[in-house]
T-cell receptor, first 112, second 114 residues
Framework: EAQVTQNPRYLITVTGKKLTVTCSQNMNHEYMSWYRQDPGLGLRQIYYSMNVEVTDKGDVPEGYKVSRKEKRNFPLILESPSPNQTSLYFC???????????FGSGTQLSVL | GESVGLHLPTLSVQEGDNSIINCAYSNSASDYFIWYKQESGKGPQFIIDIRSNMDKRQGQRVTVLLNKTVKHLSLQIAATQPGDSAVYFCAEISMDTGRRALTFGSGTRLQVQP
């Protein structure tokens, strides 16, 4: 089944403790992206990747890192999480940039 | 659970009625539009898309209308069912941004009354 898989589904952590949210797609998509979703602010892009080893900042990149060492994986790294990064995170992919995105099921992160 | 869309506009319809969800966009350079459906606890799911060289596109029970003159997009759902209850987002892609990222609207909550 074609899908975008992200883990974990729920995560509670404390300020400053590094964490990684994994994302994997099995559709051989070139383009991958991370979004956060907050009440009243909608979906905002954090980082994106047009292909392996090519990543760039989205609208809200502060406090996040990504890597794209393989085509299928695009992990989101929070080196020192803060409470304002409490949010619902979505990974998404598309065949190429500018095409419709396929989303994962989301990761609900709470930073205490 | 998620608290997305606490203050979203809400459209309430009776089962079997037709639903129309509207979306306004501001960028005249946008050339590709997508409607997504997001059910509670799930990620956004693609419904239908339309390019700027079209003004109407139909899918199964859904129709998207694009009015470029007034920068307006609508999603029509025929014979609305309880399973259609969700938050609906429009999204646009503009040619004038190099990264061609999807920009999402704030969403509309559709509630279907049985």
């Amino acid at each position: 089944e074609a899908q975008v898989t992200q883990n974990p589904r729920y995560l509670i952590t404390v300020t400053g403790k590094k964490l990684t949210v994994t994302c994997s797609q099995n559709m051989n998509h070139e383009y991958m992206s991370w979004y956060r979703q907050d009440p009243g602010l909608g979906l905002r892009q954090i980082y994106y990747s047009m292909n392996v080893e090519v990543t760039d900042k989205g609208d809200v990149p502060e406090g996040y890192k990504v890597s794209r060492k393989e085509k299928r994986n695009f992990p989101l790294i929070l080196e020192s999480p803060s409470p304002n990064q409490t949010s619902l995170y979505f990974c998404a992919s598309s065949g190429r940039v500018g095409e419709k995105l396929f989303f994962g099921s989301g990761t609900q992160l709470s930073v205490l | 659970g998620e608290s997305v869309g606490l203050h979203l506009p809400t459209l309430s319809v009776q089962e079997g009625d037709n639903s129309i969800i509207n979306c306004a966009y501001s960028n005249s350079a946008s050339d590709y539009f997508i409607w997504y459906k997001q059910e509670s606890g799930k990620g956004p799911q693609f419904i239908i898309d339309i390019r700027s060289n079209m003004d109407k596109r139909q899918g199964q029970r859904v129709t998207v209308l694009l009015n470029k003159t007034v920068k307006h997009l609508s999603l029509q759902i025929a014979a609305t069912q309880p399973g259609d209850s969700a938050v609906y987002f429009c999204a646009e892609i503009s040619m004038d941004t190099g990264r061609r990222a999807l920009t999402f609207g704030s969403g509309t909550r559709l509630q279907v009354q049985p």
